[in-house]
Structure formats: C-alpha cells, structure tokens
C-alpha cells in the first residue's frame, strides 16, 4: 500500500483499479462469504477505466494475502488447483487496519522524546 495525501477515499491507498476490485470484493461479501477468483478479478477489471493484465490483478490479490486483508483456499478445477480469494476483514476493520499501521509506521519514524 501507498499513502497519497493528494487522494480521497481509498484511492490514498490504491491505484484506481485496486480500489475497486477491494470495493468489489467487500460488496460481494456482505451479506455471506463468497469467493474471487483471480479470472474473476480480472473479468471485473476488464472494463475499468484503469485496467490492468490479469498478473497484476494475481500480484495485488496475493499482496492483499501477505498484508492480511485477504485469505484464500485452494479449490481444484478445470487445469488444476486455483486460489479462490476472501476478505480477512471488512471494508470498516481494514479502516482500522490501516489506521494502525500508518500509527506505528509513524511512531517509528518519529518517535517520542
């Protein structure tokens, strides 16, 4: 994640693409749990204005993994197994999420005298 003062909404976090397929992702799941593919990411982004290749769609749902934001399980399927991604947290504890990395992120930085 990037932190652009210059932005609104979630776009301080993400690129225009990636904020939406996250908006996307929390839409689908509330209410329920229902899973994304990463051709399904890529299908949704197809027809943004912003869209990308279907790697970087992989690379920023995998970032999202790493970061805690999402999981995934693997399921098989038609030339193997493929990852099917969920939100680890909500569009409001992901608010929270960042607001305490960017704190610590911060207090490190700068730490108190």
């Known amino acids: 994640m990037r932190f652009d003062t210059s932005e609104k909404g979630l776009l301080t976090l993400f690129k225009p693409y990636q904020a939406a397929l996250m ?28 869209s990308k290749s279907r790697a970087s769609a992989i690379f920023f749902l995998n970032d999202m993994v790493e970061d ?18 969920y939100p680890k947290m909500n569009r409001e504890q992901f608010a929270q999420h960042v607001i305490e990395t960017i704190t610590d992120k911060l207090n490190e930085v700068f730490p108190k005298v």
């Open 23 to 50: 908006e996307h992702i929390w839409k689908l799941n509330n209410p329920g749990r229902i899973g994304i593919t990463s051709g399904q990411a890529y299908e949704f982004l197809k027809d943004h204005p912003d």
């Open 68 to 85: 805690g934001v999402l999981e995934y399980e693997e399921e098989s399927g038609k030339g193997g197994y493929h990852r099917v991604y």
